[in-house]
């Protein structure tokens, strides 16, 4: 008796992420153009009036974030400046992507999805911190901050952190993205993970140094980003198990069996 077998695998199946582009490229742009609209509204808000401020005690704050209220004055400008740098270098961490073959060959998806997931992101945190809650920052507190500063705006805009959730979302996003194309890495993946919260880590601290967050301001940015930066790619992940097999068979029948895995 002679045996074969054929397999035939699914062009598609090869991809590592499938994007439609018809419904989510629109989208993804009139998520950017809602970002910048409620950006603009933020400018809006109302701003503190000085009966408000010098109301204030920094001593009934909670004492896991009192901390954010008691940094002195001269830390602001270079803790701000180094926030700042931080997760401007954090967002081009996907970049870094571009020197493993295989991602370099799906560049296209690959962008892609890091912009729809930097949109979502920045709806997270629009419409789920500063736009309804209004916790004032740490700084309005501390007496050693001038009162221009404390009457400008902005100052109700402490939930949540944006910088330490976008560099959130870059750094996880990035982990996610390899640790998808190199399957082979098994649990080892956890370690891009583990190095993936150190720069939203080092950006919220510095955010807090700057008396601008709290640290759960810094930790609730690193959750929404880490969130976005995973789920975005694992949702357009292809299931590579959607592929079939054909098995022609001869004896005392002859035909052919196809098993397909769902």
Same mark, same amino acid.
């Given at each position: 008796?002679?045996?074969?077998?054929?397999? =035939?695998?699914?062009?598609?199946?090869?991809?590592?992420?499938? +994007? /439609?582009?018809? &419904?989510?490229?629109?989208?993804? +742009?009139?998520?950017?153009?809602?970002?910048?609209?409620?950006?603009?509204?933020?400018?809006?808000?109302?701003?503190?009036?000085?009966?408000?401020?010098?109301?204030?005690?920094?001593?009934?704050? &909670?004492?896991?974030?009192?901390?954010?209220?008691?940094?002195?004055?001269?830390?602001?400008? @270079?803790?701000?400046?180094?926030?700042?740098?931080?997760? @401007?270098?954090?967002?081009?961490?996907? =970049?870094?992507?571009?020197?493993?073959?295989?991602?370099?060959?799906?560049?296209?998806?690959?962008?892609?999805?890091?912009?729809?997931?930097?949109?979502?992101?920045? $709806?997270?945190?629009? &419409?789920?911190?500063?736009?309804?809650?209004?916790?004032?920052?740490?700084?309005?507190?501390?007496?050693?901050?001038?009162?221009?500063?404390?009457?400008?705006?902005?100052?109700?805009?402490?939930?949540?952190?944006? $910088?330490?959730?976008?560099? =959130? %979302?870059?750094?996880?996003?990035? =982990?996610?993205? *390899?640790?998808?194309? $190199?399957?082979?890495?098994? /649990?080892?993946?956890? &370690?891009?993970?583990?190095?993936?919260?150190?720069?939203?880590?080092?950006?919220?601290?510095?955010?807090?140094?700057?008396?601008?967050? *709290?640290?759960?301001?810094?930790?609730?940015?690193?959750?929404? %980003?880490?969130?976005?930066?995973?789920?975005?790619?694992?949702? $357009?992940?292809?299931?590579?198990?959607? @592929? *079939?097999? +054909?098995?022609?068979?001869? %004896?005392?029948?002859?035909?052919?069996?196809?098993? +397909?895995?769902?």
């Amino acid at each position: 008796m002679t045996s074969f077998s054929i397999t =035939a695998q699914n062009p598609e199946s090869e991809k590592v992420y499938q +994007v /439609n582009y018809k &419904w989510e490229a629109p989208a993804t +742009v009139v998520g950017y153009a809602l970002n910048y609209y409620g950006l603009g509204l933020l400018k809006d808000k109302t701003r503190l009036d000085s009966a408000t401020i010098l109301n204030l005690d920094r001593d009934k704050i &909670w004492f896991f974030d009192r901390r954010a209220a008691f940094q002195k004055r001269d830390n602001y400008d @270079n803790a701000q400046l180094i926030s700042d740098i931080g997760m @401007n270098v954090a967002l081009a961490l996907p =970049a870094l992507l571009a020197f493993d073959k295989e991602i370099r060959k799906d560049w296209l998806p690959v962008l892609f999805l890091y912009l729809e997931a930097q949109a979502v992101g920045g $709806h997270m945190y629009l &419409w789920g911190g500063p736009m309804t809650h209004n916790r004032i920052r740490p700084f309005v507190y501390n007496p050693d901050f001038d009162m221009s500063m404390k009457l400008g705006g902005g100052t109700r805009d402490s939930f949540f952190s944006g $910088h330490t959730s976008w560099t =959130a %979302g870059a750094s996880f996003f990035t =982990a996610k993205v *390899y640790s998808d194309y $190199h399957p082979e890495l098994g /649990n080892k993946k956890y &370690w891009l993970f583990a190095a993936a919260v150190i720069p939203p880590v080092f950006v919220g601290y510095f955010r807090l140094r700057a008396s601008k967050h *709290y640290p759960t301001d810094a930790l609730t940015g690193l959750a929404v %980003g880490a969130a976005t930066g995973i789920l975005i790619p694992h949702l $357009h992940k292809v299931n590579k198990k959607k @592929n *079939y097999t +054909v098995i022609p068979f001869f %004896g005392e029948y002859s035909g052919m069996a196809v098993s +397909v895995d769902l």
